[in-house]
């Protein structure tokens, strides 16, 4: 039986004591046969190898909740006196070498040196487009923040980054990140790896965080599924006053439904947990699926308006972006 390298601790409902999984959901496991009849179907739209970025450049700190956009599921979150770093990654790729893999074609939006002092780094998952090592080296270098992570994503940043000071948690627990600013971990349909043989041996998450400015609820990947997972968001938590959720990389659907919500999922998203205002992320950075590079703010703008739902309350967001609420 294998043994997982990145955690050890008892089953539970959603772990097995090898590897978690999403309970009562599609599996998300993808074989060589399925990703060969993805790629030779030849179906990917055809990219644009760069787009203009106007970077933005923050203040050191903001009283009240401002957040700015990095780019895919980067953002950069001033909120109550705290700078709270999402999912960072500057790297020019994402992928376990330099020089293959999905490549950026929207630069940061913010450069690296402009970034405000880092408090915190949060961590949804250890996918290359999500947990960037050497992004995090160069935080740590400069910034030295606390950094807040599911089960199992410790152990990488650790490797990586020895005097990296991480908290952990699992689905539904709750971190304190100083300052009357804490995160709880919510489950997400989705899985992780960093190579071939460690497949679900870290756990995915989203972070819903509780400030003195108001609540924001970052999703993490997911897929929508039965959306139940949402609702008990909404039932345990509350609804949030700013929702981050993912809009992109989502075709083909029967390859990426389990794991990957398309923009009028994302909007069942929206509803199911009647956030006041949301961001669309993870789109429009790294060409990680089939669907042309707009299709996810085109999407969302149908979604938004077969639901009656006005446009400014669900917002795509743009790399060098600034939200203030």
Excluded at 206 to 225: C, R
Excluded at 269 to 275: G, N, P, S
Excluded at 317 to 323: D, F, K, L, R
Aim: net charge negative.
């Amino acid at each position: 039986m294998p043994r997982n390298r990145y955690y050890q601790g008892p089953p539970s409902d959603h772990f097995d004591g090898v590897r978690f999984f999403n309970p009562g959901q599609s599996p998300t496991d993808r074989g060589l046969g399925d990703v060969l009849r993805w790629k030779l179907a030849r179906g990917a739209a055809r990219w644009p190898s760069s787009v203009p970025v106007t970077p933005a450049k923050p203040s050191p700190r903001v009283d009240g909740l401002r957040i700015t956009m990095v780019g895919h599921a980067s953002l950069l979150m001033q909120v109550a006196g705290r700078n709270i770093l999402i999912d960072p990654v500057w790297s020019e790729r994402v992928s376990p070498v330099s020089f293959a893999g999905p490549k950026r074609v929207a630069a940061p939006g913010i450069a690296f040196d402009d970034l405000p002092p880092i408090d915190v780094v949060l961590l949804s998952h250890c996918h290359y487009d999500h947990l960037d090592v050497a992004t995090l080296r160069r935080i740590q270098a400069v910034h030295a923040p606390l950094m807040a992570m599911p089960l199992g994503n410790d152990t990488i940043v650790r490797a990586a980054i020895p005097g990296a000071r991480c908290i952990v948690g699992d689905w539904w627990d709750t971190l304190s990140l100083g300052s009357d600013i804490a995160t709880t971990l919510t489950p997400a349909s989705h899985w992780a790896n960093r190579w071939p043989n460690d497949v679900r041996m870290a756990l995915w998450a989203g972070h819903h965080l509780d400030t003195p400015a108001g609540t924001i609820w970052f999703v993490g990947d997911t897929g929508y599924g039965d959306g139940a997972i949402f609702r008990e968001v909404r039932a345990r938590l509350g609804s949030p006053d700013v929702a981050l959720i993912p809009i992109g990389a989502y075709e083909p659907r029967w390859f990426m439904a389990a794991q990957h919500v398309d923009p009028a999922e994302a909007v069942d998203i929206f509803r199911d947990v009647d956030a006041r205002r949301a961001l669309g992320i993870h789109w429009g950075t790294f060409q990680l699926t089939d669907e042309a590079r707009d299709a996810p703010p085109l999407g969302l703008a149908a979604a938004l308006a077969a639901s009656d739902i006005p446009p400014d309350r669900f917002v795509a967001a743009v790399p060098g972006g600034v939200y203030d609420y």
